[in-house]
T-cell receptor, first 113, second 115 residues
């Protein structure tokens, strides 16, 4: 069975601070994909990134960066110079061969001005 | 651009009502999904349609009835719901299903309150 653990439940930072959201996963599959989604208060889940199990290169997109480490089964997400608009719930997810997503419990990020 | 639309945004219904939630995507995707999300919880998969056929039903009660009239549209018919069915209902789509690499794109959701 697949499992995604987001041990942090709530994080509060002041604007311009850097923040890292942790994600640890478990799977027996050799090929798998990991995702991060953002859910602002409006409710829509916004897709942020997809990473496959064979690509351990870190990814940077503007203020966002992702660190995938297969050795520790982790796929962490860092927001640099956080902004109030980054306040949301962030979900890490793992897909299976039926395209079913296993979500973590989510991390509520609050960025204070 | 990804675009999945859902109507209505909000819905209040009584336990004896019949209502429908609608979802539409214009990305040419062939798989569509319904999720239920309770407050402070992750989304839970309810149904998956692949090429307009129901491929996954996660043991959802029969008071929820999905329908996929064509590859762009997905409905969820609601009948005799219970107050505990109050939740955010999210629709998603992906290019196809049954593979590990599909990215699901979500709509804004319908907030349902059952009185």
């Amino acid at each position: 069975a697949q499992k995604v653990t987001q041990a942090q439940t709530e994080i509060s930072v002041v604007e311009k601070e850097d923040v890292t959201l942790d994600c640890v996963y478990e799977t027996r599959d050799t090929t798998y994909y990991l995702f991060w989604y953002k859910q602002p208060p409006s409710g829509e889940l916004v897709f942020l990134i997809r990473r496959n199990s064979f690509d351990e290169q870190n990814e940077i997109s503007g203020r966002y960066s992702w660190n995938f480490q297969k050795s520790t089964s982790s796929f962490n997400f860092t927001i640099t110079a956080s902004q109030v608009v980054d306040s949301a719930v962030y979900f890490c997810a793992l897909s299976d061969y039926n395209s079913k997503l296993t979500f973590g419990k989510g991390i509520t990020l609050s960025v204070r001005p | 651009d990804t675009e999945v639309t859902q109507t209505p945004k909000h819905l209040v219904m009584g336990m004896t009502n019949k209502k429908s939630l609608k979802c539409e995507q214009h990305m040419g995707h062939r798989a569509m999904y319904w999720y239920k999300q309770k407050a402070k919880k992750p989304p839970e998969l309810m149904f998956v349609y692949s090429y307009e056929k129901l491929s996954i039903n996660e043991s959802v009660p029969s008071r929820f009835s999905p329908e996929c009239p064509n590859s762009s549209l997905l409905n969820l018919h609601l009948h005799a719901l219970q107050p505990e069915d109050s939740a955010l209902y999210l629709c998603a789509s992906s290019q196809s299903s049954g593979t590990v690499q599909e990215t699901q794109y979500f709509g804004p959701g319908t907030r349902l309150l059952v009185l």
